[in-house]
């Protein structure tokens, strides 16, 4: 319970405290991001264009698999019944009655004391229930375009069913194959190929309106003139967009003029989302705020959280906005936290938190009770993830995030946390 001070008791520490308590927490603004956003509707693609996609709906076997009785093995189908007397000292001769290569069809229904040549994958003929592998034969001569024997000698008996892969062995028709939700792996192709699922349910690609902002950003390729930096954010939310499975509307860079930021957001049209960054802090040349308020509605929190306090929300003619702070680090950060689960929400994900993990801490850590993501180093010892903190962990400080694979997550109200605390961690290279 908290008591309200009287305007006479504020000294400026309490002041501080007091505008700290408007800091928005992480949870919350999440929530209330995530709540604009739903899962994006379903299209179907061709299958080889469908790996890294989430699919969108779950997927049944429409047929047994295999969808025919075959042979394992290059070898003779024959009855196992003819052959259990077969041994190295009695050899059983058996009529060759038909070749069956992979892909055509048998045209004899085998009866006792015949055999077919048959390949790997070929169709089982009627009437036979093993096959013999060529080895265990005395026709083990397999170079292409080898003639029929007239007669085969089996020199091993074989079990009923051997080297047979049966109809619907691996699969039966109904099964189901792969859940929706699923990000499409190379394996999961194969399986929809194997059932000759040629277009593919998948959630559209989010698309995603990216604008950076300042009149210091140059574009690499351009030599730096004095006061000038190279746009970085464009290139690290770009990567962490497509990585994240998104189509990206590129708006460029916008100078800080009004005019400027306007005519990059009219190329926003049929985005699901805009993000930019920087240009929403408080400095005399932010002028995206105003425009995003002019032409729909924002919010502006500071969030209690470091680094990325300053985040904008809201939209631009109907389209929501994300603004995240500017500095590199910061932006990194904001993505991590606050699009990131957007994204997989209009991907169909209903658990954000899977890359969550968690650490021990290698060191004690100091934190300054905002709700800290920091730059970490994770490493197996004794069975378990310790973590290190990658140095300097200033908001414009991108080269201890490069060395980092993790951001630990220390929570709001921490100041200190002791060596091997453990901790909740974000893994960033899964
Ligand atoms: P601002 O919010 O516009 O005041 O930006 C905050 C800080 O982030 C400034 O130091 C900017 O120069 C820096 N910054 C903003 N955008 C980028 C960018 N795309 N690449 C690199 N640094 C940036
Ligand atoms: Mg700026």
């Not at 290059?74 to 892909?103: C, K, R």
């Not at 938190?353 to 920091?374: F, I, K, M, W």
Request: with cysteine; charged share 25%.
């Amino acid at each position: 319970m908290f008591l309200k001070p009287r305007e006479t008791d504020l000294d400026i520490k309490s002041l501080a405290n007091r505008k700290n308590m408007t800091l928005l927490p992480v949870k919350d603004a999440l929530e209330r991001i995530l709540d604009v956003f739903k899962t994006l509707p379903a299209i179907h693609i061709p299958l080889d264009k469908s790996v890294g996609r989430i699919l969108a709906e779950d997927i049944n076997a429409k047929t047994d698999l295999p969808i025919f009785d075959n042979s394992s093995m290059d070898g003779f189908a024959l009855l196992a019944s003819d052959v259990t007397q077969a041994g190295s000292a009695t050899l059983v001769t058996l009529e060759v009655v038909d070749d069956i290569p992979a892909g055509k069809m048998p045209t004899k229904h085998l009866r006792s004391g015949e055999a077919a040549r048959i390949m790997t994958g070929a169709p089982l003929p009627p009437g036979a229930d093993a096959v013999v592998p060529v080895e265990e034969t005395d026709f083990n001569d397999r170079a292409p375009g080898t003639a029929l024997p007239e007669k085969v000698k089996i020199y091993k008996a074989a079990k009923l069913g051997a080297n047979i892969r049966k109809r619907g062995d691996d699969i039966r028709e109904g099964a189901s194959i792969l859940p929706r939700g699923q990000r499409l792996r190379a394996q999961d192709l194969g399986m929809l190929a194997m059932l000759g699922v040629a277009q593919v349910p998948v959630i559209r690609k989010p698309r995603v309106a990216l604008l950076s902002s300042g009149d210091e950003l140059t574009p690499i390729g351009e030599s730096l003139s004095a006061g000038k930096i190279y746009d970085v954010n464009s290139y690290t939310l770009r990567a962490l967009l497509e990585s994240a499975g998104c189509e990206i509307i590129p708006l460029g860079v916008a100078s800080d003029t009004p005019e400027s930021v306007r005519l990059a957001l009219e190329k926003a049209k049929g985005a699901d989302l805009i993000l930019s960054s920087a240009g929403v802090s408080m400095g005399s040349f932010d002028f995206i705020k105003a425009i995003i308020e002019e032409e729909g509605n924002l919010n502006f929190w500071r969030i209690n959280m470091r680094p990325g306090k300053p985040l904008t929300f809201g939209e631009y003619q109907n389209i929501p906005f994300i603004g995240l702070a500017g500095n590199p680090v910061s932006a990194f950060v904001g993505f991590i936290v606050f699009v990131l689960p957007v994204i997989e929400k209009m991907l169909g994900s209903t658990d954000p938190t899977q890359n969550h993990v968690r650490v021990r801490l290698a060191e004690p850590l100091q934190s300054d009770g905002r709700e800290s993501y920091l730059r970490a180093h994770t490493y197996r010892k004794n069975g378990h993830l310790y973590a290190k903190l990658t140095g300097h962990q200033g908001s414009g400080n991108l080269f201890s995030m490069v060395q980092a694979n993790a951001l630990l997550i220390i929570p709001a109200g921490v100041k200190s946390l002791p060596a091997e605390t453990e901790i909740k961690a974000w893994l960033l290279d899964s």
